[in-house]
């Protein structure tokens, strides 16, 4: 299995809904990451967790709060969002992080609309 | 800082040969990989340089000069599901941290 799956493909929220994505791996990668992409824009990367611990926030607002409940699971808790959040929420994975140095996993990604 | 730069565009011919060229600046570089975005797609890895020289997997093949901070993407016999958006990415000394440039959209015409 060389799937990462994404829950839900698309998402509509309001500013003071509280929402999760999530994301999964079966792959035995024990390092995962959130980017966000905008359209015709690069992903921009959020998070990365190893081996279950956060190993990187990259000044992510505290409105995107991430958890990594086992080594195969990486949520991301959304909580009063702004439009400008609107955009597509890529998780990735890779073996470990030196590996994620190079080769990432990309799932497909959650939609999100923020109204 | 970090910074990529990639072209935005690159538009070329089924069956011909396209060079997409990543020049980038970052402390501590590790090594440059190259993925590849279909429309509505999630990026799927490609390439990776962490030497000089050029790696060659199939009709893909990816150079890196580290003196020079320039690499480039080499896609031979373009076939229409080339089209897609390709992206440089740069890594350092901070594991598992990807840096993606802005992104060459790439359009194969018949």
């Known amino acids: 299995d060389t799937e990462v799956t994404q829950t839900p493909k698309h998402l509509v929220m309001g500013m003071t809904n509280k929402k999760s994505l999530k994301c999964e791996q079966h792959?035995?990668?024990?390092?995962m990451y959130w980017y966000k992409q905008k359209a015709k824009k690069p992903p921009e990367l959020m998070f990365v967790?190893?081996?279950?611990?956060?190993?990187i926030n990259e000044s992510v607002p505290s409105r995107f709060s991430p958890e990594c409940p086992n080594s195969s699971l990486l949520n991301l808790h959304l909580h009063a969002l702004q439009p400008e959040d609107s955009a597509l929420y890529l998780c990735?994975?890779?073996?470990?992080?030196?590996?994620?140095?190079?080769?990432?996993?990309f799932g497909p990604g959650t939609r999100l609309t923020v109204t | 800082g970090q910074s990529l730069e990639q072209p935005s565009e690159v538009t070329a011919v089924e069956g011909a040969i396209v060079q997409i060229n990543c020049t980038y600046q970052?402390?501590?570089?590790?090594?440059l990989s190259w993925y590849q975005q279909h429309d509505g797609g999630a990026p799927t890895f490609l390439s990776y340089?962490?030497?000089?020289g050029l790696e060659e997997t199939g009709r893909f093949s990816s150079f890196l000069s580290r003196s020079d901070s320039y690499g480039y993407l080499l896609l031979q016999e373009l076939q229409m599901k080339d089209s897609a958006s390709y992206f440089c990415?740069?890594?350092?000394?901070?594991?598992?941290?990807?840096?993606f440039g802005q992104g060459t959209e790439l359009s194969v015409k018949p």
């Open positions: 990735a994975s890779s073996q470990d992080l030196i590996s994620g140095s190079y080769e990432q996993y």
């Open positions: 792959m035995g990668h024990r390092a």
């Open positions: 967790y190893s081996y279950e611990k956060l190993s």
């Open positions: 970052t402390s501590g570089f590790y090594g």
């Open positions: 340089n962490g030497l000089d």
């Open positions: 990415a740069v890594s350092n000394n901070q594991g598992g941290k990807l840096i």
